[in-house]
């Protein structure tokens, strides 16, 4: 699987592994810039495709504004998950698209936070649209 | 000894020193009625066991808690840069790690900023006197005349100064932290108190390796176990190893112990192809039937038990008086996991008849003796070094996939065994959050005051942590030569939160102890989620009964005056909240362990007409948590305690067949995700002048008990029986 891959022989272990179902969301890239979960795709079906992981998202010290917004709004708590939120709320905002809290909520659904900090997570979402 | 060496100097990722520090603290004593100083200081009251000074003037801050989401890490740095006048970036944090961090059991029970950063408080206070009077000593001039700032100690009038490093020469501050340790005035305080961005958080949204799931080693293997199906479940012969090696290349070992499977491979991924190659093809004779089919409630009834008083006063038996209004009901809740989002995870060395471990373990030195008495070591061979996992929320799988790893790398010498669970590991094998059943009968006046409570509840454990012990590891009952499970005595857990704090003259609270089907351990809160939800609960019905309102009815019986503010400060906050059609608003209170944080919370419930789906739309919260000193950190704690509690109160339950657990991923045991989650608001009552209180696990009794109380509400049916699910909902049969 890409997460395999990217946890294993490229050594990127920030995609998280958390359910190998697509069930949580925290192994979240992009695939030629759109959202997608790496547990459930093949590493050979990604050939050719450019793949970002939370590795790829800042510029050196800078940080992207999406990271930028979570640490701002304290959008976690133990932070396993945060990379897949990162990732999906990344892909959510990058068509500019001013989304209200609902909308955010249900494009978020797919990723699970286990220590709940889904209040703080949509306040940096609803921060980094703004940008 | 003291004795220092460095371990794994070169690792690539890593570089982990550590020394031994010699001779274990005492066994714990009794605190000291007369000693201020924190228990976890007493316990080990060396200065130098809590902080360093390094060459650089930088402080070392060492804790024996783990990062466990909590903000420890940052908490207690806050404590050391404000004691020592320093930058809080000139503060690095150790985290609890055998033979280097002080002992401190485990990181549970809330209790991380009560001990371990006061004692760092201490401890730099301590540091502070030191490096004064050194500076004293050196320069000639008072004590009184000098000012200690950014690592330096210098004259009042700035001419003369010494940095920490010149001070000390190499050396460290030696002695204990004395009894007449002055504290820094909190009149002065410049950094506690103050909201601080956790010093980890920039780390993880650039998603640097923090946790143990993402540790590397050089020469690492992989390795996965395949435990039995259900609770007894035991291995039978004819599984082919050589087959499974054959067909799946990159298997290095296949270990099988009893019935304790397990395959070790030359990757990760290699690992789990031989987990799917063999769990098809293990054969497991079932072990007892678990009662399934059956009310849960009615078969913790069932079980034998032991009794023990928890708080009797007055008499709860008599006839009822003139006017007086007698209430009975049950409540129940069910069995529910930890869930945490990465399975838990551990790395094994066996090098050189030393054992080391890398592990998420909530207490490093209880596994370390655990798992030396599972693989027959004295303790001085095995080090546990903690390393953040994923959000526990209590006692979860930490600790077995720790031993499981030590079995495996003693089975593979010299090669570092990474093992992480499968999800479904994790769902079907983590201890579970004991099952709770509620008997209650209260008493109202003519005047509507409570004169009666008589609570009877019945619980498996709430705390079976391996303690130092072999038999709680998962593995230990697999093995051809089992380590025989030894049920905890006490009923650890169980009776937390079940005596009200209201003003009742008769009470009785009787706790039965049971051994329920399935293995269960600490989960946030431990028994204070089922008492919270029971009692109060049972207050709001009586509220209702005796024709009251619920915040006037709860403050008539209330003299706690910090337990007043909340409840007033929560009214407050929503008195100009209006339920909609269908909605309802419910209001519960408690103090977490009656001796920790204060928490109100009103919940604002919208149930569905038609299909009775209760959503819970807004929960609002009063705190109070003593002297707080990091507002984000509380107010974080807070926001995400009340939402998983809410996910606990409408959607999870453990569900179970005759063989086994039938929650295996996220769809047969889900939980709140973004698009259900309420909104929240926290409101922080900040007690300068009182001890900081643990206040992690605070919002989630109370919750479960608002929610309750909202859908009744909104809909004329009280749910007694957690989860509250559109099924339980049908409206009541009203009588023509």
């Known amino acids: 699987m890409l997460l395999d891959a990217l946890r294993e022989q490229l050594h990127l272990t920030g995609t998280k592994k958390g359910c190998d179902h697509g069930q949580c969301g925290a192994c979240t890239v992009h695939i030629d810039g759109q959202s997608a979960l790496s547990c459930l795709t093949l590493a050979v079906m990604s050939e050719g495709r450019a793949i970002t992981t939370i590795e790829g998202l800042a510029r050196g010290e800078e940080l992207h504004p999406v990271q930028e917004a979570f640490v701002k709004h304290d959008a976690f708590q133990c932070g396993y998950c945060t990379p897949g939120q990162i990732m999906a709320a990344t892909a959510l905002v990058q068509d500019r698209q001013q989304r209200s809290a609902a909308e955010i909520r249900e494009a978020m659904s797919g990723n699970l936070c286990r220590c709940a900090a889904y209040a703080n997570i949509i306040a940096a979402i609803q921060e980094a649209q703004r940008a | ?736």
Request: charged letters at 25%.
């Open chain 2, 1 to 736: 000894m003291p004795t220092r060496r460095t371990f794994l100097k070169d690792s690539g990722r890593l570089t982990i020193a550590f020394c031994l520090l010699g001779a274990l603290p005492a066994a714990a004593e009794a605190p000291a009625a007369d000693d201020p100083r924190p228990g976890s200081l007493q316990d080990n009251p060396r200065l130098n066991a809590w902080l360093e000074v390094l060459a650089d003037g930088r402080v070392r801050v060492l804790t024996g808690k783990l990062e466990l989401g909590q903000g420890i890490t940052t908490a207690v740095a806050q404590m050391a840069a404000e004691e020592l006048n320093t930058p809080l970036r000139q503060v690095e944090v150790l985290l609890a790690e055998t033979g280097r961090t002080p002992d401190e059991r485990y990181t549970a029970g809330s209790a991380s900023i009560e001990q371990s950063a006061l004692s760092v408080r201490w401890a730099a206070a301590a540091a502070r006197q030191q490096l004064v009077q050194l500076a004293a000593n050196r320069l000639r001039v008072p004590a009184a005349q000098l000012v200690l700032a950014d690592g330096t100690v210098r004259t009042a009038d700035g001419r003369r100064q010494l940095t920490f490093a010149e001070l000390l020469g190499g050396r460290q501050l030696t002695g204990e932290v004395p009894l007449d340790t002055r504290l820094k005035p909190k009149s002065e305080y410049q950094v506690v108190g103050q909201p601080r961005p956790r010093a980890d958080i920039e780390r993880m949204v650039r998603a640097e390796p923090v946790y143990v799931q993402d540790l590397r080693l050089p020469g690492m293997v992989h390795a996965r176990v395949l435990h039995p199906p259900g609770p007894g479940a035991r291995l039978q012969p004819g599984f082919d190893a050589e087959a499974l090696r054959r067909a799946v290349p990159g298997v290095l070992q296949v270990v099988v112990d009893g019935s304790f499977v397990a395959v070790i491979a030359d990757s990760e991924w290699a690992a789990i192809r031989a987990y799917d190659w063999a769990k098809p093809r293990l054969r497991w004779a079932a072990g007892p039937a678990l009662p399934a089919g059956k009310p849960l409630a009615e078969v913790l009834r069932s079980l034998p038990a032991q009794t023990e008083e928890v708080a009797r006063q007055g008499a709860v038996d008599g006839a009822p008086a003139a006017g007086e209004k007698t209430f009975r009901a049950t409540y129940f809740k069910p069995y529910l996991m930890h869930g945490s989002i990465g399975p838990s995870c551990a790395l094994a060395l066996f090098d050189k008849d030393q054992l080391h471990l890398w592990t998420h373990s909530q207490g490093v030195y209880p596994l370390r003796a655990s798992v030396a008495k599972l693989l027959g070591l004295p303790e001085d061979r095995v080090h546990a070094k903690g390393v953040p996992g994923a959000g526990c929320y209590g006692h979860n799988g930490a600790d077995d996939v720790a031993a499981e790893a030590a079995l495996l790398a003693r089975a593979l010498p010299g090669r570092p065994v990474r093992l992480q669970w499968m999800r479904d590991d994790e769902h079907r094998h983590e201890p579970y959050g004991s099952a709770m059943l509620f008997d209650l009968q209260a008493r109202l006046d003519a005047r509507g005051r409570l004169t009666h409570w008589h609570m009877e509840l019945w619980s498996d454990t709430h705390s079976s942590r391996p303690a130092g012990q072999p038999d709680k590891l998962l593995p230990a009952q697999l093995l051809a030569r089992p380590v025989a499970y030894q049920r905890n005595e006490l009923s650890g857990g169980t009776s937390r939160n079940s005596e009200p704090l209201y003003q009742i003259p008769n009470l009785l609270i009787r706790t039965h102890s049971v051994q329920g089907p399935l293995r269960v351990s600490a989960l946030r809160s431990l028994g204070a989620f089922g008492n919270v939800f029971a009692l109060e609960s049972g207050v709001d019905e009586l509220a209702q009964l005796a024709g009251q309102d619920p915040y006037e009815f709860r403050l008539a019986h209330l003299t706690d005056e910090r337990a007043r503010a909340v409840i007033k400060e929560v009214r407050r906050l929503t008195q100009r909240v209006h339920p909609g059609p269908h909605e309802g608003l419910g209001l519960a209170f408690a103090q977490y362990k009656n001796k920790a944080a204060y928490l109100a919370v009103v919940a604002r419930v919208y149930v569905e007409p038609e299909q009775r789906v209760p959503h819970v739309r807004q929960l609002w919260a009063a705190i109070d948590a003593g002297e707080v000193i990091n507002p984000d950190g509380l107010r974080n704690q807070t926001e995400g305690g009340l939402i998983q509690a809410a996910s606990w109160t409408l959607l999870e339950q453990v569900r179970f067949d005759e063989q086994q657990v039938r929650c295996h991923d996220w769809e047969t045991y889900p939980i709140y995700r973004f698009d259900e989650a309420p909104r929240v608001e926290v409101s922080i009552l900040n007690r300068p002048d009182q001890p900081p209180l643990g206040a992690g696990e605070a919002a989630q009794g109370p919750t479960a008990a608002a929610i309750a109380s909202a859908v009744q509400r909104a809909c004329g049916v009280r749910v007694r029986e957690l989860p509250i699910r559109p099924e339980k909902l049908a409206p009541p049969i009203t009588e023509t």
